[in-house]
């Protein structure tokens, strides 16, 4: 195995954990209904930071996961 292919192997498994760590850490679809039949009481300054934080979470999965499928690619064409 050449080094570039080695280098090449490691960041797409580094990819791959940072997309899999990324997709862990948004809030799921459902939380919002958890929330109201558990009695926890939103205030709209926490709506807001926790959209806010979603909102960034899917941009930072979509472009790691664009990334992950280049490296992929060029991985394989190598």
Do not use: E, H, R, Y
């Not at 009695?39 to 930071?49: I, L, Q, R």
Request: some cysteine; overall charge positive; proline content about 1%.
């Amino acid at each position: 195995m050449n080094i570039p292919m080695l280098v090449l192997s490691i960041i797409v498994v580094a990819a791959a954990l940072f997309l899999i760590a990324v997709v862990l850490l948004q809030s799921g679809k459902s939380a919002g209904l958890s929330g109201a039949i558990a009695g926890v009481a939103d205030t709209f300054m926490a709506k807001n930071k926790a959209k806010s934080w979603d909102a960034k979470l899917a941009k930072l999965t979509k472009w790691v996961a664009i990334g992950f499928v280049v490296l992929t690619f060029v991985m394989c064409l190598l």
